[in-house]
T-cell receptor, first 115, second 116 residues
Framework: NAGVMQNPRHLVRRRGQEARLRCSPM?????VYWYRQLPEEGLKFMVY????????ESGMPKERFSAEFPKEGPSILRIQQVVRGDSAAYFC?????????????FGPGTRLLVL | AQKVTQAQTEISVVEKEDVTLDCVYE???????LFWYKQPPSGELVFLIR??????QNEISGRYSWNFQKSTSSFNFTITASQVVDSAVYFC?????????????FGQGTRLTINP
């Protein structure tokens, strides 16, 4: 029973490049959440998506960041023109069909390093 | 606004000691859920427990136990007879009520080190 999958696990980008982080939810889950963990800090909510819909993006930076969860395929968190301050661990979580206060299960995270 | 406070930034104990990790939360919702997650040195986040606001029963799972007290807005986590493998960062989290957006609000985490 595969858990939440994220790839790549580590990503190195130079300033100004684009970063694409992928997340495949747990089987049977249709709700995806992205969180960011800055060094030595807790996790901060970024965005909550269902298939083809963004439900809550209140934690997303206003510029350069976008997320999608297409009908087919993984959820993508995209960061354009990365800056050093984007270096962090990005975690994806998924929950079940109802989503109502269901437990969010996390993937292993993608560690993004911006040089 | 919702908030979770884990006042203990780091705790270090010797193996076999009992240790309690504190978590205090703030919310205006009457319906909410509380969680604990473990982040071992390998970096992944492991779900430990979920508790809803209407269930104040304490829970025990092996060496782990949780004490939920609405009167003090606390959801503390105790590890009995700690082991080196318990070394990790532990996060307490809170989610919003039934009309909320399901996002989790995390505390800053407590780094627990169990020394042999």
């Amino acid at each position: 029973n595969a858990g939440v999958m994220q790839n790549p696990r580590h990503l190195v980008r130079r300033r100004g490049q684009e970063a694409r982080l992928r997340c495949s939810p747990m089987k049977g889950h249709s709700h995806v959440y992205w969180y960011r963990q800055l060094p030595e800090e807790g996790l901060k909510f970024m965005v909550y998506l269902q298939k083809e819909n963004i439900i809550d993006e209140s934690g997303m930076p206003k510029e350069r960041f976008s997320a999608e969860f297409p009908k087919e395929g993984p959820s993508i968190l995209r960061i354009q023109q990365v800056v050093r301050g984007d270096s962090a661990a990005y975690f994806c979580a998924s929950s079940g069909r109802t989503a109502y206060q269901e437990t969010q299960y996390f993937g292993p995270g993608t560690r993004l390093l911006v040089l | 606004a919702q908030k979770v406070t884990q006042a203990q930034t780091e705790i270090s104990v010797v193996e076999k000691e009992d240790v309690t990790l504190d978590c205090v939360y703030e919310t205006r919702d009457t319906t909410y859920y509380l969680f604990w997650y473990k982040q071992p040195p390998s970096g992944e986040l492991v779900f430990l427990i979920r508790r809803n606001s209407f269930d104040e029963q304490n829970e025990i799972s092996g060496r782990y136990s949780w004490n939920f007290q609405k009167s003090t807005s606390s959801f503390n986590f105790t590890i009995t007879a700690s082991q080196v493998v318990d070394s990790a960062v532990y996060f307490c989290a809170l989610s919003e009520g039934p009309q909320g957006a399901q996002k989790l609000v995390f505390g800053q985490g407590t780094r627990l080190t169990i020394n042999p």
